[in-house]
Structure formats: C-alpha cells, structure tokens
C-alpha cells in the first residue's frame, strides 16, 4: 500500500443549512487528508455533521464551502456507499441487487454475473444468489449492500453507520469480514460509527466529532498490529484509546448525547 | 373458502326455488332458477348470447386496458410535472365527479352506438383510481432509494425503469382492482344507453318486452363476469405484492 499515495483532500469543507429561524450550522469548517488504501473511522454522537461529511464526499449533498478533491483518476463511479439500512431493492434477487451497478453501467451480463457472484463468495452469501431480500436477516442483507457497493470496483468506500441495525454478535464477524474485505481489496475505507470500540477495532486514525455545532476535534492515529483480531481486544494500547476517544466525546459541558 | 362460497350459492338456489314454489310467485315477478337457466340456454340458442358476451367482454377488456395505459401515463407525468396536475386537476375532479350515467348520452351522441363510446366510459372510469396510484407510488417513493440512484449515477430512465416504476407497482396494482368494479358499471351504463349489442343491450331489451327471465339471467351473467375479473386483477395483486412491496 502505498502510504504517501493521497486519495481524499478536504481542504475547510462546511454546511449550513436555512432553517425557519436562521441558519443552522451542521459542519464546521473541517481539513483533512486522507491517503490511498487508509482505513477511518469517524465517531460522534448524533448531530455531530459525520453523516454529512460523508454525503459531502459522496455528491449526494453540496458544501456550502470549501473543497473535495479525490484522487481517483477519472472513475466514473469513485465512491461506493453503504447506507444504514441495507437499500436493496426487494424485487430484485440477491444476484440482481449485487449486479446492479454493474447493469446500470453497460457491462455485459456474462462478466456482471461472474464478478457479482466473486463478490457474494467474498462477503459469505453463496447459495443466497436468488433469495430475494426480504428473506434474508439484517446482517445479510447488510452484506449483500456491501458487496454490491464493491461490485463496480469504486476506490473508495464510504459506509454510514453500516452495522447499527444488527446485533452485537453479528456486528463483530461483520466487522472482522469487512477487515478481510478491506485487506484484500486495498480499498480507501471512510466508516461513520456510533460505536469507539468499532472505530478504534477497525481504523488506521479515528476522527472525533462532536456535536451543536457539529466540528472535527481531533485525529487519533491507531498504533495497533494488523491483522486485528481477538487478540486486539486485549491489547492495553485498544483500551487506552477507547477510553481516549471516550473522554474526546463527553462534550465541554458534560451533557448526556 | 371456494368451497363455502360454493355452499353459499346453492343455498341461496335452494331457498330462491323454495319461495317461488312456497308462496306461488306468479314467473312475471320472479321466475325460479330453472326456468332463468333455460331463458339463458333459449338465448345461447337463438340469440346469438355468446356473441353478446364477447361485446361486453372487449368493451371492458379494452376500456380497462386504455384507462390502465394512460393512467400509468399521466401518473407519471402528473408526479413529475405539479404544474401540469394543478392545472389539469380540476379538470379531471370535474370529469370524475360527473355522474357516469350523464357522461354516458354525451359520448353515445359523439361516438356513435357501438362499443366505441362503452370502451371510453369504461377508460374514464379506470383512469382515475389508477393515475392516482401511480402519483402516490411514484411521490412518496423512499428517499434511500434516491440517495442510491444518485450514488450510482442513475439516468433519468433507468431510475425510473428500475426503481420507480416497481416501488409505484403495488398502489398502480390496488388503483386497478378498484377499478375493476367501476368498470363494470361503466359498461353496463353505456349499453343500456343505447345499444344494439352486449349484455346491456339484452338486459334492456328484456325490461322492454317484461321478461323477467331475461333481466335476471343478464344480472347473474353480468356478476360473473365482474366477479372473474375482479378475481383476475386481485390475483395478479397478490401474486406482485410480495415481490414489490417495500419492506
């Protein structure tokens, strides 16, 4: 990987929005880089403008100011996205949902179908290629939405809050897979989370943000081994920086959020 | 439940039979089921009631798929386009809220006596419960669904061709099953208007010469008919609605 190689350059990115009473500030001005194949995680309480930067990145919402730059060389899709829920479409097998972007993109169905089923055996739904969504459970399906937002093969992966609808125990394989998904594919990996202990499990640097007005406080680095695994969870060094980033969120006032 | 349905018919054969012969209804008034079978059988004979039928049955067919078709149509457009529905709403409340049966003469005297003006009826009609549908289907379609088709850089077409069209196809679905029934009134109101053919135009021809026989045998095949293709429409509801509805 190679470390230096820059991928996302925010340079003062901010949104505001009009309200009935004025206008309300969700991001503060915010800079950062992040380089190519890098794994962030980015915690906060509700509120605190981290869904937002991701809709900034992705294009789905407009800053109100600064910039966005992504090294991506000319990709037509550079993002892929996984919502919070799983979005996939229910009239649609698991095959279909996966190959979608791949369908809306013109590539022909033989190669769609072979990189789309590549994709299923890598995220553990072989043998649910024509289940229809809905009788799959919420982990799976949330797997499925992540291998379709690989399938077209975006450099960066941007997931907001990807595993808060499923249960603890599956949020840990999920969160173990997507540490296997992330390694073999060198993706750059941007990931919202309510969870520190997800964040600090998973990242490369941990942003923290905090809330009214939303605004980046700080950067951890993670000086963890890969690969990650049980063994990190007793780590002294995991447990310092939870409780680190747990201190970085208790805002000024000592307020619940 | 088709077996109850069954018992429940022949009940009511059984005790219709029973009053006709208990308290001598005289035939002008109420003929029993055998002799309404046997006008029905006279009719299949030599009235060509077969033909009559497949009048009726293309009126609706026809009707119902046109009112479908530009109910899609104009959902589409009225959901795209406010502009164009608040400016064509009034219009369209007026045409809906119009009894039928006035319609009915308006459109006999423009299209002549034929199916034609039947087939607009019954389109009129349909139109509405299923351009309604279509405008809910498509406005209050999930807003995920947005956030993913703008991710993916969808074109116009293909967001709608893969994901508005199937999010609007439930409420599209259960617009046409309304219109089912309205479909039927429709038609009957036109071929009892002025007709020369159709079960409406046998109906009335019955009325006139106060064969009674005649009036209820249309009345029954008539609610077959609505009933099958009420049936019809409800099965290919069902069948869809557990693929397209959103969870």
């Known amino acids: 990987m190679g470390q230096s190689e820059r991928m996302i350059d925010i340079a003062s990115v901010h949104k505001t929005f009009v309200a009935d009473h004025g206008t309300v500030t969700a991001l503060e001005p915010v800079s950062i880089t992040i380089r190519k194949g890098e794994f962030i995680s980015i915690v906060g309480p509700s509120g605190c403008g981290k ?4 809709r900034l990145i992705s294009g789905l919402d407009q800053a109100s100011g600064g910039t966005i730059t992504l090294d991506v060389a000319g990709a037509v899709r550079p993002v892929g996205f996984v919502f ?23 590539v022909r169905r033989a190669q769609g179908d072979k990189t789309a089923l590549d994709l299923i055996k890598m995220v553990g739904l072989s043998g649910f290629e024509k289940a229809l969504p809905r009788q799959l459970s919420g982990g799976m399906r949330q797997r499925a939405a992540i291998a379709r937002a690989l399938s077209d093969d975006p450099p960066i992966l ?3 809050e990807p595993f808060s609808a499923v249960d603890l125990l599956t949020r840990d394989n ?3 897979e997507l540490l296997r998904i992330w390694q073999s594919t060198g993706k750059t990996i941007l990931l919202v989370t309510h969870s520190v202990e997800e964040a600090a499990y998973l990242a490369d640097r941990v942003m923290v943000m905090t809330a009214r007005p939303g605004k980046l406080k700080c950067v951890h680095d993670v000086d963890l ?15 310092t920086l939870v409780a680190q980033l747990r201190r970085d969120l208790r805002t000024p006032a000592g307020e619940a959020h | 439940m088709i077996l109850r349905g069954i018992a429940g018919l022949i009940a009511t054969l059984v005790l219709w039979t029973a009053v006709v012969h208990l308290f001598n209804v005289p035939a002008y008034l109420l003929p029993g089921p055998v002799e309404v079978l046997s006008r029905i059988a006279f009719l299949y004979e030599n009235a060509k009631l077969l033909r009559h039928i497949g009048v009726t049955l293309w009126e609706i067919v026809a009707g119902f798929a046109l009112g479908t078709i530009v109910g899609i149509l104009s959902g589409v457009v009225f959901a795209r386009l406010p502009r164009i529905e608040r400016f064509a709403t009034p219009l369209i409340l007026l045409l809906q809220t119009a009894p039928k049966i006035a319609i009915a003469p308006l459109l006999l005297l423009w299209l002549g006596i034929g199916p034609t003006p039947k087939i607009v009826l019954i389109a009129i009609v349909t139109f509405f419960p299923v351009m ?5 289907g498509l406005r209050y379609g999930e807003g995920s669904f947005r956030d993913l088709a703008k991710v993916l850089k969808l074109s116009a077409w293909q967001s709608f061709w893969h994901i508005e069209l199937p999010s609007a196809l439930p409420a599209v ?10 479909a039927m009134t429709a038609a009957v109101i036109g071929e009892l208007m002025g007709a020369n053919e159709g079960l409406g135009y046998l109906l009335s021809s019955g009325q006139e010469n106060s064969d009674t026989a005649v009036v209820i045998g ?17 099965l290919i509801r069902r069948r869809s609605i557990s693929r397209f509805e959103l969870n």
Do not use: C
């Open chain 1, 51 to 54: 869904s937002t930067l991701l």
């Open chain 1, 84 to 106: 919070q829920e799983p979005v996939l479409l229910p009239w649609k097998t698991i095959l279909e949902n996966v190959r979608f972007p791949l369908d809306t993109s013109g």
């Open chain 1, 158 to 160: 941007l997931m907001d």
């Open chain 1, 174 to 176: 999920l969160n173990d």
């Open chain 1, 225 to 239: 081994a890969r690969p990650r695994g049980e063994d990190t969870k007793l780590d002294p060094t995991y447990h």
């Open chain 2, 132 to 136: 309604q549908g279509m405008v809910t």
């Open chain 2, 173 to 182: 679905l259960a617009g046409m099953a309304v219109a089912t029934t309205l």
């Open chain 2, 218 to 234: 249309m009345v029954v095949l008539l609610s077959l008919i609505g009933w099958a293709f009420y049936e019809v429409v409800e």
